[in-house]
């Protein structure tokens, strides 16, 4: 069953089509790769999925339902949820209140709301706690929970960014370059994530420039060059297109 779909969908900025009639599908439970030279359009298209930006054109269509142009927080009460190509943690919080600020989204009651509080609420709190520790010993960080996030390598900095999205509940996650500035060591590590997430049910699509990861990770690739799609499907199929061959060359 498809869970997402993209029909059609651009995104100008001023005279520049970032994105062009691009379509795509992905399948519940796979694990999708944008992939595509620098300006490509890659991380414009996740924010088109996110609701950080709106289409001039096309349709986003997610479980069924049309998601085209809706705001961000409901996109991610929808079940989708995203991490960034660069950084965005809270560094002067701890780690797990990192990870609690992404639960937070689906609390009836604030996380940090007053010290009197009726029972109810205090057991959400204890279990948004308990989701969050969950996550973190999830991604591997359980033991870095009360460390600041500023202290965490840069590697574990993306990993509690993935702990943070997990923290919302997706069934969907997009993980924009979450291997940018991890070693070797570090990259197996998010590799073997990846494919946890999806025996958790969870449909992955993931922008990466570390081709070794994404051949590895993914058993479909989208490859975009100049904002349109120039060819799609498994990465041994795709990695002998000559489109795609020429795109990265010429990008070289
Ligand atoms: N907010 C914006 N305003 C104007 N132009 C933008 C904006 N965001 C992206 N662009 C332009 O749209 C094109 C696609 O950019 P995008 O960041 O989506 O590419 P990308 O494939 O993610 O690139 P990279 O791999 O370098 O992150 C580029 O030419 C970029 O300069």
Known sequence: MSLLTLTDVTKTFGGLTAVGNVSFTVEEGSIVGLIGPNGAGKTTT???????????????????????????????????????????????????????????CRMKAGVFSGMFKPPAERREEREVLELALAELEFVGL?????????????????????????????RFLILDE??????????????????KLRERGITVLLIEHDMALVMRACENLVVLEYGEKIAEGPPEVVKKNPKVIEAYLGAD
């Open 46 to 104: 996740f924010n088109l999925i996110t609701g950080n930006y709106k289409p001039n054109l096309g349709k986003i269509v997610f479980d069924g339902r049309d998601i085209t142009g809706l705001p961000t927080h409901r996109i991610v009460t929808l079940g989708i949820a995203r991490t960034f190509q660069t950084i965005r943690l809270f560094q002067r919080m701890s780690v797990i209140e990192n990870v609690l600020a992404g639960a937070h």
């Open 142 to 170: 359980r033991d870095q929970a009360e460390n600041l996030a500023c202290n965490l390598s840069y590697g574990n900095q993306r990993l509690l960014e993935i702990a943070r999205a997990l923290a919302t509940k997706p």
């Open 178 to 195: 979450p291997a940018g500035g991890m070693n070797e060591q570090e990259t197996e590590r998010l590799l073997q994530l990846i494919r």
